[in-house]
């Protein structure tokens, strides 16, 4: 199986919107045509892997499949939708199946918990953990209301 090409999507610092570069780090917005260059230093080896986000500097990164979640949940909707129809809840069955399936196709990417930069197609780096929650709500930074 071919390893994808390594890619960083990250929030443009110009408009806000997502942009995307390769392993080299230089980028132009699609939205608002700011050019970006990121310090790649940290993402060394062959195959490259990610040591820090570039986009932030931050060291706090995650693992999760790469997979639209909303889409997820549409599959476990559309199972529980069907149960009046199917005998033995088995579209509930066969949604859970389907979602074994995906998870176990669809391939892993690092996240930053600080900028939510995704890193598509580089090696997993071991010292990176599933989300963790409590560590998500150190970085969650609201305005103060009023």
């Known amino acids: 199986m071919s390893r994808r090409a390594p890619e960083i999507a990250f929030a443009c610092s110009g408009c806000g919107r997502e942009t995307v570069c390769g392993r080299d780090g230089s980028a132009t917005c699609a939205s608002c045509g700011r050019e970006t260059t990121l310090d790649v230093s940290g993402l060394g080896g062959d195959p490259p ?4 986000c570039p986009a932030c500097a931050g060291r706090q990164l995650y693992v999760q499949r790469d997979f639209n979640q ?17 005998p033995f809840y088995s579209s509930l069955f066969a949604a859970a199946i389907a979602d074994a399936i995906l998870y176990a196709l669809v391939p892993e990417i690092t996240v930053c918990y600080r900028c939510h930069a995704h890193f598509r197609g580089f090696a997993r780096n071991p010292a990176h953990q599933p989300f963790d929650l409590h560590l998500a709500e150190q ?5 103060p209301e009023g």
């Open 49 to 52: 892997r990610v040591e820090q």
């Open 70 to 86: 909303k889409v997820g949940l549409g599959i476990v909707v559309v199972g529980a939708l069907l149960v009046p129809f199917t």
């Open 139 to 143: 970085y969650d930074i609201r305005k």
